[in-house]
């Protein structure tokens, strides 16, 4: 069974930064996507950041939203499975429950979600 484990949401203010974590465990192809979502109050779920682990012959990528690029930053650990989010500049926009997400195909399509974790920008 995998686990996805998120961490490092919190309270901050306009302008201030945070640093996400996520971990997953558990049975996970090395060929993955790893991403960060987010779900304000009364919207859709949206992708934040995605990052792909590459193959044995290119490195992996990246994707941003277009509200966040500039501003925030996704890494990741290939050997830890880990993915990071580097939140600057925060806005009060920016408030929501995040999620991580792994999805790989292995040998079907599988994909799997944290609990989130709350992250509010205010003053």
């Known amino acids: 069974q995998v686990q996805v484990v998120e961490s490092g949401g919190g309270l901050v203010q306009p302008g201030g930064s945070l640093r996400l974590s996520c971990a997953a465990s558990?049975?996970?192809?090395?060929?993955?996507?790893m991403a960060w979502y987010r779900q304000a109050p009364g919207k859709q779920r949206e992708l934040v950041a995605a990052?792909?682990?590459?193959?044995?012959?290119?490195?992996?990528?990246?994707e941003y939203a277009e509200s966040v690029k500039g501003r925030f930053t996704i890494s990741r650990d290939n050997g830890k499975n880990t993915v990071y989010l580097q939140m600057n500049n925060l806005k009060s926009e920016d408030t929501a429950v995040y999620y991580c997400n792994i999805a790989y195909v292995d040998p079907w399509s599988r994909s799997y979600w944290g609990q989130g974790t709350q992250v509010t920008v205010t003053s």
């Open positions: 558990g049975r996970i192809s090395s060929t993955n996507v």
């Open positions: 990052s792909t682990s590459g193959g044995s012959t290119s490195g992996g990528s990246t």
